[in-house]
């Protein structure tokens, strides 16, 4: 989808905006499959990036829609939370100027074409610190044809991180969705995801960014 349309859909409630963290992070969190400081590229309205900060995890949230940045920094202040929030893009992650040690993905990386993946995975590169983690939550191709976004194989995700990455588990998960009548319906029990996790093998001799 376009930016401006995303900015549309936040007019109302888009289908992913859950009242709540994804059921898939929760998991992995409370597993201890995501240590550390944590980047949630599109962040939306911000409830992954703050379940982690309620968990003790700094936490960061980059989203290119500035009312869903609003209505996170919002809910920031009423959870008494501490989590930045800022207006960035996904495609140019290393002007962020710093390092983390895992970044999570909610249904970004299905949105992009093969170059936007692209640069996406390099920018990964320049965020995520040597053996840090990207968890990333996308449509599965196992989800019936239709409306909603590009439904993704596992091949793609392994060749997408064919250099410098190993893709440690693809498992299968359900997106969780808010969808009325008037909206896109998938199957039951919500759309059919992967839900994959990659390690960033970068050399550890690698100079920290500063800030990092």
Same mark, same amino acid.
């Given at each position: ?5 995303f900015d549309?859909?936040y ?13 898939a992070?929760?998991? %992995?969190? =409370?597993?201890?499959a995501i ?16 379940? %982690? ?17 609003? !209505? ?18 996904a %495609?140019?992650l290393?002007?962020?100027?710093? !390092? ?13 074409d ?15 610190r ?5 968890? %990333?939550?996308?449509?599965?191709? !196992? ?5 909603g976004?590009?439904?993704?194989? =596992? ?18 998960? !359900?997106f969780q ?23 960033h093998e ?11």
């Amino acid at each position: 989808m376009s930016r401006e349309r995303f900015d549309g859909m936040y007019q109302g409630q888009p289908p992913w905006d859950i009242p709540g963290p994804q059921p898939a992070f929760i998991e %992995l969190e =409370q597993s201890g499959a995501i240590v550390g400081s944590v980047l949630d590229v599109g962040c939306g309205t911000g409830e992954n990036a703050l379940f %982690l900060a309620s968990r003790g995890h700094e936490t960061w949230g980059i989203d290119v829609v500035p009312v869903a940045l609003e !209505r996170a920094r919002a809910k920031a202040r009423e959870r008494g939370l501490e989590a930045r929030f800022e207006v960035a893009d996904a %495609l140019h992650l290393e002007a962020l100027g710093r !390092r983390f040690d895992a970044v999570i993905d909610c249904g970004l990386f299905h949105t992009f074409d093969d170059d936007q993946r692209s640069a996406l995975v390099e920018g990964l590169g320049h965020v995520l610190r040597p053996g840090g983690a990207y968890h %990333l939550l996308c449509f599965s191709d !196992r989800e019936p044809p239709g409306e909603g976004p590009r439904r993704v194989t =596992q091949q793609e995700i392994h060749d997408a991180f064919r250099d410098g990455w190993e893709v440690r588990s693809i498992r299968e998960v !359900r997106f969780q969705t808010v969808l009325g009548p008037d909206q896109p319906q998938f199957s039951p029990g919500g759309p059919v995801a992967w839900l994959a996790t990659i390690v960033h093998e970068g050399d550890e001799r690698q100079s920290e960014t500063p800030g990092a």
